[in-house]
């Protein structure tokens, strides 16, 4: 299970680094090294931050990051502005009242009050935000009890509130408690819901004068290639906490560029493309999904480290 390509990251990251240590005297500046921790979960970042990383570490005047994606490994996607949606995961129990399996008629089932609350919040995407809008509410856990013949007394299901504007996620995120609130009154819930925030993450916008920067680096060094190897990266409505990373309390926000390399087999991807059947290729979190090692490890390499001397002094 490679999940994001992790594995690829930090592969690429410690060729990185032996490829600028090795070059160390053409370049002078401070260059720190950062593997990002529990990525997946939105974690990582504020753990190492509120750990203490900006006293151990010199304020950076540039942050830059690399991620995998399942289009053609070689590629390297970039743009500036916005690039990456916010993210608001929510941890809801929703409280009924047990009985036997057999007896529903004394019991409030929060099983079907969850499982009405979950399909109900759909109707937000299709009924109370504009289509033009990308909104994703996404149920990725669901847990009662273990046993058939048992009615609980309670449901836990998590959601995923993914949005691509700030005002849209203030409407979703205020349309997803009115609905878990409601349906729960109307089901006769003795107890009202909890609804924590596990997890809320910023969009991610490139800086427009760094990323140029560095694109025209790109472009430079690929040369009759560059139209071929560099894309624009097309906006999407994943997330990731690395932007934490650009704000650090109390201090100034950090420009910053955040980039994606494909992964997939060129000809593996190629085939795909002609017969329409991209959709097929394994998606990031899939259990299938492996990077092609070659070209993928060479090109992140590459990207990463010409990000960097696009920003530290040459010699």
Not at 118 to 124: E, K, M
Request: proline residues 8%; aromatic residues 6%.
């Amino acid at each position: 299970m490679h999940a994001c390509a992790h594995d690829m990251h930090m592969t690429c990251l410690l060729g990185v680094a032996a490829l600028l240590c090795d070059a160390r005297k053409s370049w002078s500046g401070t260059l720190i090294v950062l593997f990002q921790p529990n990525e997946e979960r939105l974690l990582g970042a504020k753990a190492i931050i509120d750990d203490g990383l900006f006293q151990k570490i010199p304020l950076p005047s540039v942050c830059l990051a690399q991620h995998c994606v399942p289009t053609k490994s070689g590629m390297i996607a970039v743009k500036p502005g916005r690039v990456l949606g916010y993210l608001d995961s929510l941890k809801v129990r929703v409280y009924g009242r047990g009985a036997h399996g057999a007896m529903p008629q004394l019991a409030i089932d929060p099983v079907v009050l969850a499982a009405s609350i979950i399909a109900r919040l759909q109707t937000i995407v299709s009924r109370e935000i504009d289509p033009k809008e990308p909104v994703v509410i996404g149920c990725g856990t669901f847990h009662a009890r273990t046993d058939a013949s048992i009615i609980p007394d309670h449901a836990d299901f998590q959601l995923d509130v993914r949005t691509f504007s700030q005002n849209t996620q203030r409407l979703v995120k205020a349309a997803v408690e009115r609905i878990i609130r409601k349906e729960c009154d109307v089901a006769g819930s003795p107890t009202a819901p909890r609804i924590v925030t596990m997890v809320s993450s910023p969009a991610i916008d490139n800086d427009a004068v760094a990323t140029s920067q560095f694109t025209r680096v790109l472009e430079w060094y690929y040369g009759s290639r560059a139209s071929e190897v560099v894309q624009e990266m097309p906006p999407d409505i994943v997330a990731d906490d690395f932007i934490l990373l650009a704000l650090p309390p109390g201090r100034k926000p950090i420009p910053y560029v955040y980039w994606n390399i494909g992964v997939t087999d060129p000809e593996t991807w190629e085939r795909a493309y002609r017969e329409g059947e991209l959709r097929d290729l394994p998606p990031t979190h899939s259990a299938i999904y492996a990077p092609a090692i070659e070209p993928t490890l060479g090109t992140g390499i590459e990207a990463m480290a010409l990000s960097a001397l696009t920003f530290l002094q040459l010699l």
